[in-house]
């Protein structure tokens, strides 16, 4: 697959591809990374949701868009793929929650009158979207002002297309070597759950379009957001000791960034005018 040709329609098939696996896998627990380290620091980070009416952007089967709206939230999920709204879709009938779930890419919030949501939260999808900029300002606009963009992405300074580790002779990982940094060629990347999944499982395959920090932070400047807080998280000790492979992460580099961005009352585009 040529890199041009990753469109939102293709990155739809890919994960509607993912799905049936990623919706299995992900609700026995077997994504290890969010169960014990990105989700705990993530939703630590995103504060309390009570009474907020809250979009999930990339809301995938909808595995955190039910601990949204369990921790009080009210909440849309759109997801780019229509399989995960389906899987989405029959958990809540399964299991009511309140939750509302479409198909619709995050760049194109059409489906939403502006400012109707307090919050936008998006876990681990904003870097799987080949059109940032369109999805800064659409959240922008549904977003009412005071309302806020919350959300976790791989670390793109570190999860880079050519990021490797050096490990030593007992397997203990001494270095993270980062390469091609500034390479914005979007790939697919294949890859399983760290967790108790076969090892022959068949991998996910992710289509990825890489960033740097500066491309991120300035998007969302653009769009007129102002940027309130950002969250590199780092496994405990304690973490550390229950689950020794975070120890890389504890010891040598952030795998996840986190932005919490504010709709600023009286909203300033970027070319000055209230
Ligand atoms: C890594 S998964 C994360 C899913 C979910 N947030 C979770 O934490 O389980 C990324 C998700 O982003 C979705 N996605 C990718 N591009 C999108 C877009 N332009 N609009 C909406 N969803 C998109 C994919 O379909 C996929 O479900």
């Not at 949701?49 to 601990?67: F, H, I, P, Q």
């Not at 502006?114 to 922008?140: H, K, Q, Y």
């Not at 091609?180 to 076969?198: I, S």
Request: aromatic letters at 12%.
């Amino acid at each position: 697959m040529e890199p041009s040709e990753l469109s939102e329609e293709e990155v739809a098939r890919y994960w509607d591809r993912n799905a049936d696996l990623w919706a299995e896998q992900v609700r026995k627990g077997w994504d290890y990374y969010r169960e014990h380290f990105n989700n705990p620091a993530f939703f630590e980070f995103v504060g309390a949701v009570t009474g907020k009416a809250a979009l999930d952007a990339g809301c995938g089967e909808g595995y955190n868009t039910r601990l949204l709206a369990r921790s009080g939230a009210r909440v849309i999920g759109v997801d780019i793929s229509k399989k995960m709204i389906d899987l989405a879709r029959q958990e809540e009938q399964r299991e009511p929650l309140g939750i509302r779930y479409e198909v619709a890419s995050f760049s194109d919030l059409s489906l939403f009158d502006d400012e109707c949501f307090d919050l936008v939260v998006s876990f681990m999808a904003l870097m799987d979207g080949p059109d940032l900029g369109g999805a800064s300002g659409e959240i922008f606009r549904v977003l009412r002002p005071g309302g806020k963009l919350i959300f976790s992405i791989t670390h793109p300074c570190f999860m880079t297309k050519g990021y490797g580790w050096v490990e030593d002779e007992n397997g203990y990982a001494t270095k993270l070597t980062v390469a091609d940094y500034f390479g914005d060629e979007p790939y697919v990347e294949r890859w399983r759950f760290k967790g108790p999944a076969p090892t022959d499982a068949r991998p996910f395959a992710v289509p990825v379009f890489p960033r740097t920090l500066s491309e991120y932070v300035n998007t969302l400047i653009r769009a007129g957001f102002v940027l309130e807080e950002i969250g590199e998280p780092r496994p405990s000790e304690d973490a550390c000791k229950e689950h020794p492979w975070l120890q890389r992460w504890r010891d040598h580099a952030t795998l996840f960034l986190y932005v919490r961005a504010v709709k600023p009352a009286a909203s300033i585009s970027s070319e000055g005018q209230a």
